[in-house]
T-cell receptor, first 116, second 114 residues
Framework: GAGVSQTPSNKVTEKGKYVELRCDPISGHTALYWYRQSLGQGPEFLIYFQGTGAADDSGLPNDRFFAVRPEGSVSTLKIQRTERGDSAVYLC??????????????FGPGTRLLVL | AQSVSQHNHHVILSEAASLELGCNYSYGGTVNLFWYVQYPGQHLQLLLKYFSGDPLVKGIKGFEAEFIKSKFSFNLRKPSVQWSDTAEYFCAVNARTGGFKTIFGAGTRLFVKA
């Protein structure tokens, strides 16, 4: 079946603007993760959803970042008052219902965000 | 706090050479360990993972990794690399209890010369 998809693939915005990044997980996957990857770094955990609820949002850097998953499928990462330091690739991953963190995460292609 | 250290940022090998990429993690509890790979132009994908049992884990494409608990290490190996192994490799760890927050290393870029 289809893999994880993310839209848009690229987003250019101006400092101070609001952006939304969308993730469509693999059908049937109840777990969804958001990561941020800066140049030369590995993915940095932002938030994890189990179903509709955020089970762990400890990676969100500040209150400008927020994510939702209202129906337990598609998720939206929202960034308010964007700053140049928010420029990065935002990755989404999904997995089957988690046991003890052992499930394979399937990654999407990412959204490349550039804040001017 | 958990952390993952990958020793080499860039590795260049000739085809048929042996590969070993170092990974050390910092965490006091029981962990799950992963290696992910990103081929040029493709998504991150799982190479192999370790939870328990035999500390020598075999993955796809002839890769294997060995968990050495006393050294907090999970090094990736391949006896003979191919040009198609050119990619970026990421080591990752999460805690066995409530292990949803996966921590990734900074990655190692491998270039294999044909």
């Amino acid at each position: 079946g289809a893999g994880v998809s993310q839209t848009p693939s690229n987003k250019v915005t101006e400092k101070g603007k609001y952006v939304e990044l969308r993730c469509d997980p693999i059908s049937g996957h109840t777990a969804l993760y958001w990561y941020r990857q800066s140049l030369g770094q590995g993915p940095e955990f932002l938030i994890y959803f189990q179903g509709t609820g955020a089970a762990d949002d400890s990676g969100l850097p500040n209150d400008r970042f927020f994510a939702v998953r209202p129906e337990g499928s598609v998720s939206t990462l929202k960034i308010q008052r964007t700053e140049r330091g928010d420029s990065a690739v935002y990755l989404c991953a999904s997995s089957l219902q988690p046991g003890q963190g052992q499930e394979t995460q399937y990654f999407g292609p990412g959204t490349r965000l550039l804040v001017l | 706090a958990q952390s993952v250290s990958q020793h080499n940022h860039h590795v260049i090998l000739s085809e048929a050479a042996s590969l070993e990429l170092g990974c050390n993690y910092s965490y006091g509890g029981t962990v799950n360990l992963f290696w992910y790979v990103q081929y040029p132009g493709q998504h991150l994908q799982l190479l192999l993972k370790y939870f328990s049992g035999d500390p020598l884990v075999k993955g796809i494409k002839g890769f294997e990794a060995e968990f050495i608990k006393s050294k907090f290490s999970f090094n990736l190996r391949k006896p003979s690399v191919q040009w198609s192994d050119t990619a970026e490799y990421f080591c990752a760890v999460n805690a066995r209890t409530g292990g949803f927050k996966t921590i990734f290393g900074a990655g190692t870029r491998l270039f294999v010369k044909a």
